[in-house]
Structure formats: C-alpha cells, structure tokens
C-alpha cells in the first residue's frame, strides 16, 4: 500500500512540475518577448533544466521504487524543490490574475458591449489611424503583460529567498525556550525541578554533525532534573540512528531520561520490508537503541518518581493520531493501570490530536501532556505573543503552551526537521520547564 501511495506521489509531482513551470514560462516569454532570437533561446534552455532535473528525479522513483538511497540527495533535492516551486506557484498566481482579468473583460464586451453598426469603407487616412490604434492597443497589452510577469517573479523572488536561506540558517537554529510550569498540586519535594523536554529529532535527516552536536551541548549546559523526548527519532529505520546514538546518549538527567515512540518510529513508511518478522526486528532494535542510551523507553507504561519522600507519575503512551491516518497504539487506561494515587500525573504522547480527543475528555487526571509531531509546520511567524503557521489549520494545538480547565498541554516545535531540510519562522526547540506551585 505504501509503494503504491509513493508511486502516485511521484505521478503527481511529475504533473505538477509539468503544470506549473508551462505556466509559469509565460512570465520569462513576456519579459523577452523583445528579445533575440538568440537570447530568448539561451533564456529557454536555462528555464527548463531545472524542471527536467526533477522530472526525470521523480520517473526514476516511479521506475526504480526504492532504488534511490542517496541520503544527502534526497534530503537537499526536497528542500530545494520545495523552495523552487513555492516561488514558481506565487508567480503563477499573478499569471492568473491577469488571465482572468482578460477573460472577464473579454466575456464582457462580448455580451454587453453594443454592437457596432455598418459603416462605409473608411478612406486610407482613416485605415492608417485605425491600424494605429489597433498597434497602441497591442502595445499597451503587452506592457502591462511584461509589467505583471516581472512583479510576479519578483514577488516569486521572496519564497525561493526565504526558503533557501532556511536550509542553510533555519534548520540547525536551535533555541532554549524557558516556561514556568504551574502545578497546584506538586509536592513541595519537586519545587523548582527542572524538566527538559525534546521532541522528533528525526535523525535520518541530519547533515550536520557539528551543528547537531552544538544543540546537544545546549541541552547539557541545561544541567536538567528531568528529560522527556516525545518521539521520532527517525524518520522511517532504526539504522539511520546509529550514526548519532553516541551523540544522544549524552543526555542524561539524575531523575531519569523518559521517551515515547512517535509515528515514523514504528517503520510503517517503508514499503521494502521483507516480512512482517525483519519489520517487528527493526523496532526491537530501536527500543534497544533507546535502553542503550540510557533513555526509559515507555509503550503504555508509567513509573513514579519519589523526591523528599513525595511522589509523582510520569507516564507514556504509544503513538495515537486522528489526523491522517496515524496510529492509533496509545493507552492511557493501559499506561495507567495499577498506578499509585499520586498528586501530579504528566504524560507522555508524541501526537497532540491525542490531547485534543481522549485525553482532555476521558483522563481528567492526567496535569499535563508533553507532545511534539507538529513541528510547527517548520514554518511560520512568531514575534511576541502572535504566532501563525500552516500547522494551526490543521492541528488545534500546534505549538507552545495550552489549557484547557485544570489541564495543560504543551507541543514541542521540534529539534529535527523532515521534508522540508529547514526551518523558517519556526526554528528548532529545547523546552526547559521549571516545576513549580506557585502561580
């Protein structure tokens, strides 16, 4: 089933390339329309060998499913295309505008302009001045055609501009956001504890190893109490970690470093597994992966933590998603099973649509709920208490803290990145909580 969805997906963006750069041809054919013959065929030739790069990217995916794994090819090939025709689908929008501007006029002169009643043959002065008009009239057309082309593409400027520069600045961008976490009923043991949250890491898209690194050390400079990684650490296979398990294994804690699956965590993106055996396999090794690193893996599971004689719970959940078709493994009725009455119950789930529909309607014992998934759409604006991304028409809570009642929910914008090599807006996160009762 996922080679099949694969194998439409590349149809479509085959089509789609073929669509948008035919129609997008016509800002650069107005703009040298008046040149030679010479100069609007190096103009050609140039326009179209980025399409034709991408189209025969996306054949080979169609022909050859599954052939294609150049890492770095395939990570830098998405973001600039994704950079490309962003740009190219804004200058499309001005073709449009003025396409339908000329097919309303059009429409309109044919159905109400009066018609023109028969008049003699004109003398040669006045055919002279009539074919002079007619070329005033061509004229001005294509003035306003090359004036509408040109401010299209240098409005389509600004997407490749801040697109580009997200690869190369946005994606490793990391920031430290600091919130003060009020809990009216923690225990005055666990005043001031300091809980570090990082989410969807995605390794298998890192380049980057200084870069990832110097986020790592930020996180150890934290000097946190208490960490939780709210899942995705790959992106479709237990191997792409290997490379950076040394790496993550230096975050540590003295209360303990607690993670979750998230949904590529599981391989369900990958269509080349042998059996169901080598796929169960895969995610027996990423649960290694994670013991091996230190980290307390929890499927459905809790532990209580004690401080000063005074406990909490932590608890964690599989992957649960209503938006798409994510899965649906997470229990808390399972997770929560024989727990202890504590006063403080934060939970663990990648997914924040699991707040969203079980979690604040059937676990009202549960304080907080740390997610991630969202990413914040890696793009978008955020500048003092206004923030918008393409995510928030998708998820209800897509970054940031939330409450709802007595609950809270806080999504992580995400450490990693997927798709997309970059961020824009939405840069990467480390949250650094600070536990405390007071308001």
């Given at each position: 089933m996922i080679q099949t969805f694969q194998l439409k997906l590349s149809i479509f963006f085959i089509v789609f390339t073929i669509l948008i750069d035919s129609y997008s041809w016509q800002a650069i054919k107005a703009l040298v329309r008046d040149k030679s013959l010479l100069t609007r065929k190096i103009?050609?030739?140039?326009?179209?060998?980025?399409?034709?790069?991408?189209?025969?990217?996306?054949?080979?995916?169609?022909?050859?499913?599954?052939q294609n794994d150049n890492k770095m090819l395939k990570i830098y090939f998405n973001g600039f295309y994704f950079s490309i025709y962003a740009s190219k689908f804004v200058v499309c929008l001005f073709l449009v505008f003025d396409d339908l501007k000329r097919l309303t006029k059009m429409f309109w002169l044919k159905a109400f302009a009066p018609k023109k009643n028969i008049i003699p043959e004109p003398t040669q002065g006045d055919t002279l001045e009539h074919i002079h008009e007619e070329q005033e009239e061509e004229k001005e057309k294509i003035t306003r055609s090359q004036f509408l082309a040109s401010t299209g593409l240098l409005v389509g400027a600004v997407?490749?501009?801040?697109?580009?520069?997200?690869?190369?600045?946005?994606?490793?961008?990391y920031r430290v956001r600091r919130v003060q976490l009020y809990l009216p009923n923690l225990p005055s043991g666990f005043e001031g504890v300091k809980l570090l949250q990082v989410s969807d890491i995605h390794s298998g898209s890192f380049t980057n190893r200084d870069a990832v690194y110097r986020g790592i050390q930020m996180i150890k400079d934290e000097n946190p109490d208490l960490v939780f990684f709210t899942g995705d650490i790959v992106n479709s296979?237990?191997?792409?970690?290997y490379d950076?398990?040394?790496?993550?294994a230096e975050i540590k804690a003295p209360m303990g470093v607690f993670s979750v699956y998230g949904n590529h965590d599981y391989g369900d993106y990958v269509s080349t597994w042998k059996n169901d055996e080598e796929k169960a396999q895969n995610?027996?090794?990423?649960?290694?992966?994670?013991k091996d690193m230190g980290w307390n893996l929890l499927r459905n599971e809790h532990i209580t933590l004690t401080k000063n004689n005074q406990r909490i719970g932590i608890i964690g959940v599989e992957n649960w998603g209503d938006r798409g078709r994510f899965q649906k493994y997470g229990d808390v009725?399972?997770?929560t099973k024989n727990m202890p009455d504590v006063p403080i119950k934060l939970l663990l789930s990648h997914d924040p649509s699991h707040f969203d529909s079980i979690v604040s309607k059937q676990h009202?014992?549960?304080d907080v709920t740390f997610s991630g998934h969202t990413h914040g759409f890696q793009f978008g604006v955020e500048i003092g208490g206004f923030k918008w991304s393409p995510s928030q028409y998708i998820y209800k809570h897509w970054a940031g803290l939330y409450k709802e009642d007595k609950q809270q929910l806080y999504v992580n914008r995400g450490f990693g990145f997927l798709g997309y090599p970059g961020r824009v807006g939405i840069l990467p996160e480390i949250t650094v909580f600070t536990l405390t009762k007071n308001s």
């Open positions: 103009f050609a030739y140039l326009y179209w060998i980025i399409p034709t790069i991408a189209i025969i990217y996306f054949l080979q995916g169609v022909l050859f499913p599954g997407p490749l501009i801040i697109l580009t520069r997200g690869i190369f600045k946005g994606a490793y961008d296979k237990t191997d792409e970690l950076w398990q040394n790496i993550f995610l027996a090794d990423l649960a290694k992966a994670h009725e399972k997770a009202k014992e549960i």
